[in-house]
C-alpha cells in the first residue's frame, strides 16, 4: 500500500466503511453521518510488525497472532460486505476476512490479533 489517504470502500443506507491509511498504520471505520463513528479497527501495520507497540495506533508482536500476516498491495485489494440489517461489515483481503466492525461495538474485530487491545478485539469463531 503505497499511498496515505481515506476511502470510502463500502456503503449501505446511511452507515460507511472509511479505510484511513496512515505513515505506519490502516485503521477502518464504520460511520454514518447521523451518527458519526459507531465502531474502529486496526487493519494493518504498514511497515510491518515493531518489536512492541510503540506507536498508538500500532499493534506489535503482543497482539498479532497471524502467520500470514499480509498487507494488501492496494486499496483496491481491501473487500468491504455488509450484512442484511447494514450494522455489521466484513472487510477482507486475498480471499480471507480479516476484521469484523458492527454498530454497538465501538472497538471491532480482527482476525490478525490474538489478544484484544483498545485498536482491535480478538475475532473468535462465533463472529
Known sequence: MRNNGTWTLGQIGNQNVLVDVLDHVAVAYLWSAKT????????????????????????????IS????????????IEVTFDDTA??????????????????????FSAMVHSSSPLAQRLGPTH
Open 87 to 108: 450494522k455489521e461489515c466484513t472487510i477482507a483481503w486475498h480471499g480471507r476476512t480479516r476484521a469484523v466492525l458492527r454498530v454497538g461495538e465501538p472497538v471491532g
Open 36 to 63: 458519526g463513528i459507531a465502531s474502529h479497527v486496526w487493519l494493518f501495520n504498514r511497515d510491518g510488525i515493531p518489536s512492541s507497540d510503540e506507536e498508538p495506533k500500532r499493534l506489535g508482536p503482543e497482539h
Open 66 to 77: 497471524d502467520p500470514d500476516y499480509v498487507v494488501p498491495s492496494d486499496i483496491a485489494d
